[in-house]
Protein backbone atom coordinates (compact mmCIF):
# COMPACT_ATOMS: atom_id res chain seq x y z
CA UNK A 1 0.00 0.00 0.00
CA UNK A 2 1.01 3.63 -1.00
CA UNK A 3 2.14 6.09 1.72
CA UNK A 4 2.89 9.34 1.55
CA UNK A 5 4.08 11.29 4.72
CA UNK A 6 4.38 15.16 4.58
CA UNK A 7 6.89 16.72 6.61
CA UNK A 8 7.75 20.96 6.91
CA UNK A 9 5.37 22.29 8.36
CA UNK A 10 5.38 24.83 11.42
CA UNK A 11 4.92 28.61 13.02
CA UNK A 12 6.16 30.95 10.44
CA UNK A 13 5.44 34.78 10.48
CA UNK A 14 4.03 36.62 7.64
CA UNK A 15 6.22 36.99 4.44
CA UNK A 16 8.47 34.28 5.62
CA UNK A 17 9.19 31.17 3.64
CA UNK A 18 8.55 27.16 4.56
CA UNK A 19 9.39 23.93 2.15
CA UNK A 20 6.98 21.04 2.84
CA UNK A 21 7.96 17.67 1.55
CA UNK A 22 5.92 14.45 0.72
CA UNK A 23 7.79 11.41 0.90
CA UNK A 24 6.48 8.18 -0.61
CA UNK A 25 6.90 4.84 0.18
CA UNK A 26 8.28 2.90 -2.46
CA UNK A 27 9.18 3.98 -6.04
CA UNK A 28 4.77 4.76 -6.84
CA UNK A 29 5.92 8.53 -8.20
CA UNK A 30 6.69 7.01 -11.76
CA UNK A 31 3.99 8.90 -14.07
CA UNK A 32 1.79 9.67 -11.66
CA UNK A 33 0.43 13.48 -11.28
CA UNK A 34 1.60 14.64 -7.19
CA UNK A 35 -0.88 17.22 -5.91
CA UNK A 36 -0.83 19.78 -2.86
CA UNK A 37 -3.94 20.88 -1.14
CA UNK A 38 -4.84 22.47 1.93
CA UNK A 39 -7.32 22.88 4.90
CA UNK A 40 -8.09 25.84 6.38
CA UNK A 41 -9.84 25.77 9.92
CA UNK A 42 -14.13 25.66 9.38
CA UNK A 43 -13.29 25.40 5.35
CA UNK A 44 -13.38 22.51 3.10
CA UNK A 45 -9.97 21.15 1.54
CA UNK A 46 -8.74 23.02 -1.48
CA UNK A 47 -6.62 22.52 -4.65
CA UNK A 48 -2.92 24.36 -4.24
CA UNK A 49 -0.26 22.94 -6.95
CA UNK A 50 -0.36 19.81 -8.93
CA UNK A 51 2.56 18.29 -10.58
CA UNK A 52 3.08 15.63 -13.74
CA UNK A 53 5.95 13.74 -12.50
CA UNK A 54 6.53 12.34 -15.71
CA UNK A 55 6.89 15.49 -17.73
CA UNK A 56 7.31 18.49 -15.08
CA UNK A 57 3.83 20.54 -16.41
CA UNK A 58 2.49 22.17 -12.86
CA UNK A 59 -0.72 24.41 -12.56
CA UNK A 60 -1.87 26.13 -9.59
CA UNK A 61 -4.56 27.41 -7.75
CA UNK A 62 -4.33 31.50 -8.51
CA UNK A 63 -4.03 32.27 -4.99
CA UNK A 64 -0.82 30.76 -4.63
CA UNK A 65 0.57 31.32 -8.24
CA UNK A 66 4.05 33.58 -8.00
CA UNK A 67 4.21 32.33 -4.30
CA UNK A 68 4.34 28.29 -4.02
CA UNK A 69 6.94 26.29 -6.32
CA UNK A 70 5.98 22.54 -6.46
CA UNK A 71 9.20 20.31 -7.38
CA UNK A 72 10.40 16.87 -7.32
CA UNK A 73 13.52 14.81 -6.88
CA UNK A 74 12.85 11.65 -8.44
CA UNK A 75 15.66 10.29 -6.49
CA UNK A 76 14.36 10.77 -3.20
CA UNK A 77 10.68 9.90 -3.99
CA UNK A 78 9.30 12.91 -2.77
CA UNK A 79 7.69 16.22 -4.08
CA UNK A 80 8.30 19.51 -2.45
CA UNK A 81 6.14 22.41 -2.03
CA UNK A 82 8.13 26.08 -1.59
CA UNK A 83 6.24 28.39 -0.24
CA UNK A 84 7.64 32.12 -0.25
CA UNK A 85 5.67 35.45 0.78
CA UNK A 86 3.37 33.79 3.24
CA UNK A 87 0.24 35.29 4.45
CA UNK A 88 -1.83 34.27 7.16
CA UNK A 89 -4.67 33.32 4.77
CA UNK A 90 -2.07 30.51 3.86
CA UNK A 91 -2.70 28.91 7.40
CA UNK A 92 -3.80 25.77 7.12
CA UNK A 93 -3.23 21.68 6.86
CA UNK A 94 -1.32 20.87 3.69
CA UNK A 95 -1.93 17.41 2.43
CA UNK A 96 0.21 15.66 -0.63
CA UNK A 97 -2.07 13.01 -2.48
CA UNK A 98 -1.20 11.20 -5.58
CA UNK A 99 -2.89 10.79 -9.08
CA UNK A 100 -4.03 8.96 -11.36
CA UNK A 101 -5.22 12.41 -12.75
CA UNK A 102 -3.91 15.70 -13.40
CA UNK A 103 -6.69 17.53 -11.82
CA UNK A 104 -7.46 19.92 -9.28
CA UNK A 105 -10.38 17.97 -8.09
CA UNK A 106 -9.95 16.09 -4.72
CA UNK A 107 -11.45 13.04 -6.29
CA UNK A 108 -9.37 12.51 -8.88
CA UNK A 109 -6.34 11.07 -6.54
CA UNK A 110 -6.05 7.96 -4.78
CA UNK A 111 -4.08 8.27 -1.44
CA UNK A 112 -3.32 10.94 0.60
CA UNK A 113 -0.72 12.01 3.48
CA UNK A 114 -1.67 12.89 7.13
CA UNK A 115 -1.02 16.69 6.90
CA UNK A 116 1.40 19.27 8.41
CA UNK A 117 0.20 22.47 10.00
CA UNK A 118 1.09 25.49 8.57
CA UNK A 119 0.33 28.91 10.65
CA UNK A 120 1.52 31.90 9.32
CA UNK A 121 0.63 34.98 12.20
CA UNK A 122 0.39 38.37 10.82
Known amino acids: QVHLAESGGGLVQAGDSLRLACTAS????????MGWFRQAPGKEREFVAV????????EYADSVKGRFTISRDSAKNTVYLQMDSLKPEDTAVYYC???????????????WGQGTQVTVSS
Open 97 to 111: ARGPYFSRLEARYDA
Open 26 to 33: GRIFNNYP
Open 51 to 58: LSWSVGIT
